[in-house]
């Protein structure tokens, strides 16, 4: 298999595909702040991606990554208690549509992402300099291995969201980004 433009295109459907693949961010159109580890717990945030009118995207998987001092298991990152979690939800300005957490079960552990990830695993970095040793934590949440992507359009304002509402300024670094590719209609 060679490479290619990611763009899939079926007459006899009328439509297009674009692979993407994008990092989650505050503002939902890939240009606002990315990183997830700022003080949250006095208000929370969302963040997000989010079509533009006209645009239907399908999320197939998304990834949580954390990197921290070390990974530990029965909290967040090395040792961040959360109080209010971490959730994921299909929203738009005016509701929350799905909460992706069955029985809304907000994650508060590093071992928590394994409730809804088929994938998971630590690695740890090597030092650098006078950097102690790091790990990274990598979660993929799969949707599409659940039977069905995510569907996100646009003209209904819809968008995925990761809420963060706890403080995770003790973390290294936190982000979160999608797989998935964009649905067109001919015209």
Same mark, same amino acid.
Request: proline letters at 9%.
């Given at each position: 298999m060679g490479g290619g433009s990611g763009l899939h295109q079926d007459p006899s459907e009328g439509k297009t595909y674009q692979f993407l693949t994008r990092v989650l961010d505050k503002v939902g159109d890939g240009t606002g702040d990315i990183n997830a580890n700022e003080d949250f717990s006095a208000a929370p945030v969302d963040f997000k991606i989010a079509p533009a009118p006209g645009e239907i995207f399908r999320i197939a998987s998304m990834i949580c990554q954390v990197r921290d001092? /070390?990974?530990? @298991?029965?909290?967040?990152?090395?040792?961040?208690?959360?109080?209010?979690?971490?959730?994921?939800?299909v929203k738009t300005d005016a509701e929350v549509r799905i909460f992706l957490n069955p029985a809304n079960v907000n994650i508060k552990t590093n071992f928590d992402w394994g409730l809804y990830c088929y994938d998971a695993s630590v690695q740890p970095l090597p /030092?650098?300099? @006078?950097?102690?040793?790091?790990?990274?934590?990598h979660a993929q949440w799969s949707f599409h291995r659940s039977g069905v992507e995510i569907r996100l359009d646009g003209d209904a304002g819809e968008y995925l969201a990761v809420t963060c509402n706890d403080d995770l300024t003790n973390l290294i670094s936190h982000c979160f980004s999608v797989q998935g590719y964009q649905e067109k209609v001919l015209t």
């Open positions: 001092s /070390a990974i530990n @298991p029965a909290v967040y990152g090395a040792d961040i208690v959360l109080a209010n979690g971490i959730k994921a939800s /030092a650098v300099g @006078p950097n102690p040793v790091e790990e990274i934590m």
